[in-house]
Structures are given as C-alpha cells and as structure tokens.
C-alpha cells in the first residue's frame, strides 16, 4: 500500500473517530500519540464496519489502553446478537504483519474473556462487564474476531 494511501485512510479514520474515542489515558507529549490515536480508530472503524454501527458507538467499543490483554475493541448488540472483538494496530509506513506475540495476545484475551477473568483487563474493559455477561449467555450470539493491522481485515 503506498504512503498515500495510508494517508488518506488514516486521515479519514482521524476524522471519523479521532474527537469521540476516548484518550483520557494518553500522555498528550508522547512521541507515539498519534499512532496510538490511529490504532483505536483503526478498532473503530473496524467496529463500524462490521457491526453496521453508528460512530459514536463504534467509538464508544474502544477499550484500548495498557492492560487491554490484547483487546482493542468490544462491542455487542443485542438486536443482532453480535458480538465483535478487535485488536488493531496502525502502521503509518503500512507495511508489517502481526507478530506471534500480538496474536498469542490476542488470543488470550479472547479466552480470558469468554471465561469471564475480566481482571485481567484494564478499567474500559470492565465498564462493559454486563455487557459482555450479557453477549456471552445469550443463546445464538455471533461472534466475529477482527484482526486489523496494515488496514487490511482479518476475519
């Protein structure tokens, strides 16, 4: 993917979520402020587009942040019975595969989520916890798992 291609995404992805996620965890003189910035509206977007959600929901899925347990983004509905979780990381080059740790991450958290060990997560991750006890004991929930990295979907 070329350098602006990269850019126009993640310009868009900027405007669409940049102002509704929360960044009240991020140090505002980090020099990786705006890849991290990028990296949950990647999670976003990745929630807009598979949950056929509005922004400001897609937003609001973002739990992002230290002790995520590789989980980027939760978000459930109950007029579906959908469930999805994301783990995502911008690349401003948008070159790069995910790594065996992400992955292995990432797949320990779903696990540690499924079997409800919620402290192992962080405080946004917790806020949802009805939510996700909800999504885990409705009969006939979905659940997709979304890997974005490099903006491609991983489903």
């Excluded at 505002?28 to 990647?42: A, G, W």
């Amino acid at each position: 993917m070329s350098i602006i291609h990269v850019n126009q995404i993640g310009s868009k992805i900027n405007s669409l979520f940049a102002d509704k996620i929360n960044q009240d965890d991020l140090n505002p003189n980090d020099k990786e402020l705006q890849p991290k910035i990028l990296t949950r509206c990647l999670a976003a977007y990745a929630v807009y587009c598979i949950g056929d959600t509005s922004v400001e929901d897609a937003a609001s899925a973002v739990v992002d942040g230290s002790d995520d347990n590789g989980i980027d983004a939760i978000y459930y509905s109950p007029t579906t019975k959908r469930m999805i979780i994301v783990q995502s990381k911008w690349k401003k080059d948008g070159t790069g595969e995910p790594d065996n740790g992400e992955m292995r991450k990432f797949k320990d958290g779903i696990l540690d989520l499924i079997n409800l060990e919620l402290d192992n997560f962080n405080g946004k991750v917790n806020a949802k916890k009805q939510m996700i006890e909800t999504a885990l004991g409705e009969f006939d929930t979905k659940f997709d798992l979304i890997l974005i990295h490099r903006l491609k979907l991983f489903k």
